[in-house]
Nanobody, 114 residues
Framework: VQLQASGGGLVQAGGSLRLSCEAS????????LGWYRQAPGKQRELVAV???????TYEDSVKGRFTLSRDNAKNTVYLQMNSLKPEDTARYHC?????????WGQGTLVTVSS
């Protein structure tokens, strides 16, 4: 499975971005779909994930600001990010977990200026 992430960029604090992650195969094969991020000098952390049952979990610092959604017809997962803060600056990676493997996209860089 190949994952192509896009939508990152430079935005001022308080602004919004929408990240997209297009998969090369149907999302129905996934056990979970998620977004992770890694800031310079820090470990990769979970931002949001949706399981096969449809339940979405968010990291505490993004609750109420970020929304994960999926479009099965387009094999695409989105991360709508509102009220962005400088601490949201990171490379964002999408992830698809299937029965056989963990698949990662190349990431898209989000930079939030103060």
């Amino acid at each position: 499975v190949q994952l192509q992430a896009s939508g990152g960029g430079l935005v001022q604090a308080g602004g919004s971005l929408r990240l997209s992650c297009e998969a090369s195969r149907s999302l129905f094969f996934s056990r979970s779909l998620g977004w992770y991020r890694q800031a310079p000098g820090k470990q990769r952390e979970l931002v949001a994930v949706i399981g096969a049952g449809g339940v979405t979990t968010y990291e505490d610092s993004v609750k109420g600001r970020f929304t994960l959604s999926r479009d099965n017809a387009k094999n695409t997962v989105y991360l709508q990010m509102n009220s962005l803060k400088p601490e949201d600056t990171a490379r964002y990676h999408c992830n698809m977990r299937t029965a056989s493997n963990d698949h990662w996209g190349q990431g898209t860089l989000v930079t939030v200026s103060s």
